[in-house]
Structures are given as C-alpha cells and as structure tokens.
C-alpha cells in the first residue's frame, strides 16, 4: 500500500517562537492514525532543533527546505545533509519553483540535492510543476515529464516523494481541480518504475478542499503552503477523512 503524507510547507514563516506556539495547538488538535498516513512539517531551518527536540518518536515527522549537494565546504547560505540528520530531520524539498524562479534552481541543480539527500539518509519532496503559460501551451505533460526525467537520473525510486504542484495554482487560491490535478499525478506514476512512490499535489491545499482531493485514486497526499501555518486548519487538513 502507498504511504500517505500531509506535509506542510511553511517556507519563510515562523521563528522559533512561533514555531512553538504552533505545535502546542496543532498537537492538541491532531487525531491518531495508523502508520499508513504521515504528517511532515517542513520548517526553516532556524526552528527545526527546537521542533525536533519537541517532536521527538512522535507521528510528526520534520522536514527542511533545502539541502547542499556537497558534504561540507565554502558555499555561503548553504546547509549539508549531516547538518539537518542531526537535528532529527527526516525530508526535504527539493526543486520547488519558489527555488526555481528566484534561486536558479534546475533539474540538473535539483538531481544533486535529490540524489545528496538520500546519500545522507533524508527523503526528498521533488516538485513539479508546470506554469501557466506552459499549460495554456498544452504543454503541461512534456514539461513534467522532462522534470521527471532529468531531475530523477540515478535517484533511488524507493525513498522519495513527489509532489505535483502546478505554479499557476500556488499561492493563487486556484487550486487544480481535484480530478485534473489526479490525471497528471497518473501521469508522473507512468514515468516510474516504483510505482509506488508517494505522489503529492500541491497549490492552494485547504481545509475545504483536502477531503476532495484525498478522495482521487492516483493522489497520495498534500503539499500544503499557507493553510499549513495555521495549526487548527493544518490539523483539520492532516485529520482528512
Ligand atoms: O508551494 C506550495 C507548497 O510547497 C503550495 O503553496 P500554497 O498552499 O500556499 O498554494
């Protein structure tokens, strides 16, 4: 059975402070699930050892935002593998289009951390996604696929989730209909040789539309952006029935 994961993506929100305050009303308000169903924050990096310590053996799983593809070295604003493993950090994004558009990440940059995080032991989030030019194009399909392809050379198909995040829908409030947003999923499985790689999506995630999109065959979680900084709405979105 394909593991399940709500993931939260708080980007640059937060201090530690904060972070804190979240996680004692979002504890309070999470239900018990069995193993099939994973609850991951991805926080900035600032906050992630005092969550850790906080979160420690529990049913929330940390997650970081970045990673470096070298071990250790002079890369200014960079942070390693060894550096978030031992802070109890188990994934990390990679390849969002925040990083993208603003970084100069690209398929090529993100197979190194892809490929840096799983020789470290961590899971990475690779996302794709096309924008909205691109779909207007028709080009959705061979944008994602290309993704899929250049960004997963030699990256072990059995410890990696990706998330399907459509640019044009993040952030926007236009979230991707729930039955189109499971047809490209279908389509990244098809590009797979696991076919059971969890497979997110991603783009205007909300209370009132995670029962929705849970509810397709092909989509085995979220990726949520700003409804996950809120604890009582992310809690009502990791309780999905
Ligand atoms: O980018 C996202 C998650 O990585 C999605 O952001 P929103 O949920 O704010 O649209």
């Given amino acids: 059975m394909r593991k399940i994961i709500i993931a939260g993506n708080w980007k640059m929100h937060k201090t530690q402070a904060e972070a804190l305050e979240f996680l004692q009303i979002f504890k309070s308000k999470l239900e018990d699930t069995d193993d099939s169903r994973e609850i991951v924050l991805c926080a900035p990096f600032t906050s992630l050892s005092i969550m850790s310590q906080i979160l420690h053996g529990g049913q929330v799983r940390l997650g970081a935002q970045n990673i470096h593809w070298e071990k250790l070295g002079a890369y200014t604003g960079e942070i390693s593998g060894s550096m978030l493993t031992e802070l109890g950090v188990h994934y990390v994004i990679v390849g969002h289009s925040e990083r993208r558009q603003y ?20 899971t990475p989030i690779l996302c794709v996604g096309e924008s909205k030019s691109q779909r207007d194009a028709g080009e959705t399909e061979s944008v994602i ?30 979230t991707c209909e729930a039955s189109e947003a ?31 999109l849970m509810q397709e065959s092909e989509i085995d979680g979220v990726l949520v952006g700003g409804a996950s900084l809120d604890p009582a709405g992310f809690a009502r979105i990791a309780n999905f029935k």
């Fill in 103 to 122: 970084f100069s990440e690209t398929d090529e940059t993100a197979n190194l951390r892809l490929l840096s995080a799983q020789r470290s032991g961590l």
């Fill in 182 to 212: 499971n047809r490209v999923v279908g389509l990244i499985r098809q590009q797979l040789n696991n076919k059971d790689v969890p497979i997110q999506y991603g783009g205007s995630v909300k209370a009132d539309n995670i029962d929705e």
């Fill in 145 to 174: 696929i290309n993704q899929i392809k250049r960004g997963m050379v030699d990256v072990d198909q059995n410890n990696i989730v990706i998330a399907y995040e459509p640019i044009w829908a993040i952030g926007t409030g236009a």
